[in-house]
């Protein structure tokens, strides 16, 4: 595959560039927030969708009878690295897990209410697949749809939904078929100010707020059940395969990195250059290697979907694996180098690497679990792409 990006590509890079510059605000743009400033959980961001939305940025690879372009991937690829860099909100799960999986398995009345508001960053969705009993493993969900009338009632409770304290739809997975594990759960459209809904919010070690939802007699008509009866897991597993990619882009890691080699090139210890320190410039080298190296992977991804069709699964884990694990060593390694002074917190202004050592190694501890585990990727892999028996 060609690694280089077409004179028409890097045009529209320079064009979003510009945009956001043209638009920076310390309100909507904050590195220090690492993958989490994916989410639009203010009113100041939600605007700033609503630009990115006016450019016609959010449909770029959606069918053009929906309201898209039709375009290739590595243009959406090119605008999220672009976002993700300067700490800006994201195009993510509404034009992604919710929107693509619309397109493919929704129904007409679910396309028309949903996907007009989602390409003008009009509404906001949480998304609930994670259980007390169910983190990686969304099979084993248990949160209970039974059929009443033309609707269904939910009872029970979904962890971890990042969203949900601002989020104006729950998309959401039940278990309607208890005998059937995969082939048992159904997906749902459940407004988020339904009076049966609990929300709880839990503070994380990255300075956010994830929630637990609780269902007490939530009842959901059947136009907002999405695509067939007992096929939830399978359009699940699809939007997984999208969100493991875009929810870690390669960008935020690449400037740590950076971040890194500046402050190993100025500092000293004991007296010495830090840079000449022979253990320091291995790992350091390691480092810049592995991160060209978790750049292709995410070029790999991008070139496998624009072939069209299912989103790649092996590519997909073998990213979001390589990438977080990265992560996660790069602020190890900013943490040992750094020394003490990095444990100081963000934005203090004598910390080294300006405090961001810090906040990324609380931050990347969450990365190695959104959107599955290391261990469930490590399966995946085994499993469809080394072909490797299920209990190997």
Same mark, same amino acid.
């Given at each position: 595959?060609?690694?280089?990006?077409?004179?028409?590509?890097?045009?529209?890079?320079?064009?979003?560039?510009?945009?956001?510059?043209?638009?920076?605000?310390?309100?909507?743009?904050?590195?220090?927030?690492?993958?989490?400033?994916?989410?639009?959980?203010?009113?100041?961001?939600?605007?700033?969708?609503?630009?990115?939305?006016?450019?016609?940025?959010?449909? @770029?690879?959606?069918?053009?009878?929906?309201?898209?372009?039709?375009?290739?991937? #590595?243009?959406?690829?090119?605008?999220?690295?672009?976002?993700?860099?300067?700490?800006?909100?994201?195009?993510?799960?509404?034009?992604? $897990?919710?929107?693509?999986?619309?397109?493919?398995?929704?129904?007409?009345?679910?396309?028309?209410?949903?996907?007009?508001?989602?390409?003008?960053?009009?509404?906001?969705?949480?998304?609930?697949?994670?259980?007390? !009993?169910?983190?990686?493993?969304?099979?084993?969900? !248990?949160?209970?749809? $039974?059929?009443?009338?033309?609707?269904?009632?939910?009872?029970?409770?979904?962890?971890?939904?990042?969203?949900?304290?601002?989020?104006?739809?729950?998309?959401?997975?039940?278990?309607?078929?208890?005998?059937?594990?995969?082939?048992? @759960?159904?997906?749902?459209?459940? +407004?988020?100010?339904? +009076?049966?809904?609990?929300?709880?919010?839990?503070?994380?070690?990255?300075?956010?707020?994830?929630?637990? #939802?609780?269902?007490?007699?939530?009842?959901?008509?059947?136009?907002?059940?999405?695509?067939?009866?007992?096929?939830?897991?399978?359009? $699940?597993? =699809?939007?997984?395969?999208?969100?493991?990619?875009?929810?870690?882009?390669?960008?935020?890691?690449?400037?740590? $990195?950076?971040?890194? %080699?500046?402050?190993?090139?100025?500092?000293? %210890?004991?007296?010495?250059?830090?840079?000449?320190?022979?253990?320091?410039?291995?790992?350091?080298?390691?480092?810049?290697?592995?991160?060209? #190296?978790?750049?292709?992977?995410?070029?790999?991804?991008?070139?496998?979907?624009?072939?069209?069709?299912?989103? +790649?699964?092996?590519?997909?884990?073998?990213?979001?694996?390589?990438?977080?694990?990265?992560?996660?060593? #790069?602020?190890?390694?900013?943490?040992?180098?750094?020394?003490?002074?990095?444990?100081?917190?963000?934005?203090?202004?004598?910390?080294?690497?300006?405090?961001?050592?810090?906040?990324?190694?609380?931050?990347?501890?969450?990365?190695?679990?959104?959107?599955?585990?290391? =261990?469930?990727?490590?399966?995946?892999?085994?499993?469809?792409?080394?072909?490797?028996?299920?209990?190997?």
């Amino acid at each position: 595959m060609d690694f280089d990006f077409s004179e028409e590509q890097n045009a529209f890079r320079e064009e979003v560039e510009k945009f956001i510059e043209e638009n920076r605000h310390p309100e909507v743009m904050d590195v220090f927030r690492e993958n989490m400033t994916q989410i639009n959980d203010t009113p100041r961001r939600q605007a700033f969708m609503r630009k990115v939305a006016e450019k016609g940025w959010l449909g @770029i690879t959606w069918p053009e009878e929906y309201g898209g372009q039709n375009g290739e991937g #590595v243009y959406e690829y090119l605008l999220n690295e672009a976002l993700a860099g300067v700490g800006a909100p994201q195009i993510g799960k509404g034009v992604g $897990i919710i929107g693509k999986t619309l397109i493919r398995h929704g129904s007409e009345k679910l396309k028309q209410e949903f996907l007009p508001k989602i390409l003008k960053a009009e509404v906001e969705f949480a998304v609930g697949y994670s259980e007390p !009993q169910a983190g990686s493993d969304a099979a084993s969900m !248990q949160l209970e749809a $039974i059929r009443e009338g033309d609707g269904w009632r939910l009872n029970g409770q979904k962890m971890w939904t990042t969203s949900a304290h601002f989020a104006d739809w729950y998309w959401v997975g039940a278990r309607t078929k208890k005998e059937d594990k995969h082939g048992g @759960i159904t997906l749902f459209l459940i +407004p988020m100010d339904h +009076p049966g809904l609990e929300v709880q919010g839990l503070p994380t070690i990255g300075d956010e707020i994830t929630n637990a #939802v609780y269902f007490n007699d939530v009842w959901v008509s059947d136009e907002y059940r999405v695509g067939e009866l007992n096929k939830g897991f399978g359009y $699940i597993s =699809e939007a997984l395969d999208l969100e493991r990619f875009t929810m870690f882009m390669y960008s935020p890691i690449r400037q740590r $990195i950076e971040l890194l %080699c500046d402050h190993v090139r100025e500092e000293t %210890c004991d007296g010495e250059p830090v840079k000449d320190d022979p253990l320091v410039r291995s790992k350091i080298a390691q480092t810049v290697t592995q991160g060209e #190296v978790a750049r292709l992977l995410g070029l790999k991804f991008v070139a496998a979907a624009s072939k069209g069709g299912k989103p +790649p699964t092996n590519e997909a884990s073998m990213y979001k694996l390589y990438a977080t694990e990265l992560s996660k060593r #790069v602020a190890n390694l900013s943490m040992d180098i750094g020394g003490p002074g990095t444990q100081l917190r963000k934005h203090t202004e004598d910390a080294p690497m300006r405090g961001r050592a810090e906040s990324t190694y609380r931050y990347t501890v969450i990365d190695t679990v959104g959107g599955g585990g290391s =261990e469930i990727q490590k399966n995946i892999i085994a499993r469809r792409k080394l072909g490797l028996p299920k209990n190997f």
